[in-house]
């Protein structure tokens, strides 16, 4: 059974950092490419950084700098690095696996960026 499971997110003031991480389960997790979205409030749901199979990263203009992302094959894992978090992170964040015509999605860690 597909599953991605988002952990780690939670309550971090603004200019400080956190890492959260998707576990996958059920598919080749080195053969896909990995990507971290989020939705805030009353918004769409948009992306933040991708990360392909060989290990290519792209990122969105509004974390370019700030966010990393990472994979660990062995262990079946995505991580995306966040630091100087601003008010304006504050999500849901949401991990995707992509090949082809497969497309998962895990059900979402919240980030709170707040003093």
């Known amino acids: 059974q597909v599953q991605l499971v988002e952990s780690g997110g939670g309550l971090v003031q603004p200019g400080g950092s956190l890492r959260v991480s998707c576990a996958a389960f059920g598919f080749t997790f080195s053969s896909y490419h990995m990507g971290w979205y989020r939705q805030a409030p009353g918004k769409s749901r948009e992306f933040i950084a991708r990360i392909t199979s060989g290990g290519s990263t792209t990122y969105a203009g509004s974390v370019k700098g700030r966010f990393t992302i990472s994979r660990d094959n062995a262990k079946n894992t995505v991580f995306l690095q966040m630091n100087s978090l601003k008010p304006e992170d504050t999500a849901v964040y949401y991990c995707?696996?992509?090949?082809?015509?497969?497309?998962?999605w895990g059900q979402g860690t919240q980030v709170t960026v707040s003093s």
């Open positions: 995707n696996a992509e090949r082809s015509n497969y497309d998962y």
